[in-house]
C-alpha cells in the first residue's frame, strides 16, 4: 500500500488540457508546470520525418519554414486532426515534465474533450495518451473542468453556466449535481476569429496577413463591440499586397476589428441562447441568479462579458483566471476524490 502510494506521488499523475491553442499540463500535487501552444514542427530528411521542434520553439517557427520543415497543428476544433503528431507531442511534455526521472514514466493522466466530441475522437485520444506513456488515462468534458477551475458549486443541487471559449471550440453548459444539464459545443473559437480578421484585411485592403499576425491583432486590440468614439486605437500591421505582390503595411482601427469579430462572436452567443432556450426552468431559475460564467482565452477579449450581458439579460462574469480554468478543474478532478465522478473511464 505504502509502496504504491509513493509510485503514484512519483510518477508525477497529471492532468492535461489538450487544447487547440494552447496545451498545459497540471500535476499532482504542483499545480500548473507548463503552459505551451499545441504545435510541433516536423523535419522531413531523405524522407524520413522527425519532430525538430515542440511547444514555444515550434510556434515560432509558423509561417517562416522551408519546405523541409513544416509546423503542425495537431488539433483542429478541440479534437486530434493528425494522431500520429499529436502522440509526439503530448511524450514531449511528459519527458518535460518528468525531466531526467526516467524511472517512474507511467503515470495517470487525466485529459479534457469537448463535450461534442464523438467516441471515435475520444478513442485517438485515449490511445495517443496510452502510447504517450500513461499507465491509465481517464477523460472529463471540458465545460466540466471549466466550471471546477472557476469554483462553480457543481456538486450541489443548483443550475449554473459556463461559457468556456477555446482556440477551436466554444463549450456552452449547464451543469448541476456533478453532471452537465444540458451541453452544445460550437464549432467557433480563437481560430475562426483570427480567419476572420485575415478576411477582413484582404477583402477590405488587399493585403493578406498570417495567421500569427492576426492572432496578434486579435490579442491586443480585439473588441466585441466597437467603441464609443467609433474608432478606437489605429494598429499599423504589415503583410503581402495581393495587387503588387509586394510587402506593405497598412492601418486598421478597433471599429474595424469589432467589424471583423461580429461575425464568430454572433455564433458564441446563438449558442448561448440556444443552450438558455433548452435549460429546465428550475435550472434557468438558479441561472438567472448565478449568472453565466466565461472561461477559455476568448473570455479575455475586451467587453466579450458586457456584450453576452446586453445580448442575454443575465449577469455575465469572467472566471478569475480564464485561460487555466480548465486545466486547474481538470487537475482537481485528479486530486480531489470529491471531483473523481465526473470522470469518464469507459
Avoid: W
Amino acid at each position: 500500500m505504502l509502496f504504491s502510494r509513493f509510485f503514484r506521488l512519483a510518477s508525477q499523475d497529471m492532468a492535461i488540457d489538450l487544447g487547440t491553442a494552447n496545451t498545459v499540463v497540471y500535476v499532482r500535487g504542483q499545480g500548473i508546470v507548463l503552459n505551451e501552444p499545441s504545435v510541433v514542427a516536423i523535419e522531413t530528411l531523405n524522407g524520413i520525418r522527425r519532430v525538430k521542434a515542440v511547444g514555444n520553439d515550434a510556434k515560432l517557427m509558423m509561417g517562416k519554414t522551408p519546405d523541409s520543415i513544416e509546423a503542425i497543428r495537431p488539433l483542429r476544433d478541440g479534437v486530434i486532426a493528425d494522431i500520429d503528431v499529436a502522440e509526439q507531442m503530448i511524450k514531449y511534455f511528459i519527458e518535460k515534465v518528468h525531466g531526467k526521472r526516467r524511472m517512474f514514466r507511467y503515470p495517470e493522466i487525466v485529459i479534457c474533450v469537448p463535450s461534442g466530441s464523438t467516441s471515435v475522437e475520444r478513442r485517438a485520444i485515449r490511445d495517443a495518451a496510452s502510447n504517450a506513456g500513461a499507465s491509465e488515462v481517464h477523460l472529463i468534458e471540458e465545460p466540466m473542468a471549466a466550471a471546477i477551475g472557476a469554483d462553480m458549486p457543481v456538486i450541489e443541487p443548483i443550475g449554473s453556466m459556463v461559457v468556456d471559449i477555446g482556440g477551436g471550440t466554444t463549450e456552452v453548459a449547464v451543469l448541476s449535481l456533478r453532471g452537465l444539464a444540458y451541453t452544445t459545443s460550437v464549432r467557433t473559437g480563437g481560430d475562426k476569429m483570427d480567419e476572420a480578421i485575415v478576411s477582413y484585411v484582404r477583402r477590405h485592403h488587399n493585403l493578406l496577413i498570417g495567421e500569427a499576425t492576426a492572432e496578434r491583432i486579435k490579442k491586443e486590440y480585439g473588441v466585441a463591440r466597437a467603441p464609443k468614439d467609433g474608432v478606437g486605437e489605429t494598429i499599423h500591421i504589415k503583410g503581402r499586397d495581393l495587387v503588387n505582390g509586394v510587402p506593405k503595411e497598412i492601418s486598421i482601427n478597433q471599429a474595424q476589428i469589432a467589424e471583423a469579430l461580429a461575425e464568430p462572436i454572433g455564433t458564441i452567443v446563438e449558442g448561448v441562447r440556444i443552450a438558455l432556450e433548452n435549460t429546465a426552468p428550475e435550472l434557468a431559475a438558479d441561472i438567472v441568479d448565478q449568472g453565466i460564467v466565461l472561461t477559455g482565452g476568448g473570455a479575455l477579449m475586451s467587453g466579450l462579458d458586457e456584450y453576452m450581458r446586453d445580448e442575454t439579460g443575465l449577469p455575465v462574469t469572467v472566471a478569475e483566471d480564464p485561460l487555466t480554468c480548465v486545466a486547474i478543474g481538470t487537475g482537481r478532478a485528479l486530486e480531489d476524490p470529491l471531483f473523481r465522478g465526473v470522470l469518464i473511464t469507459a
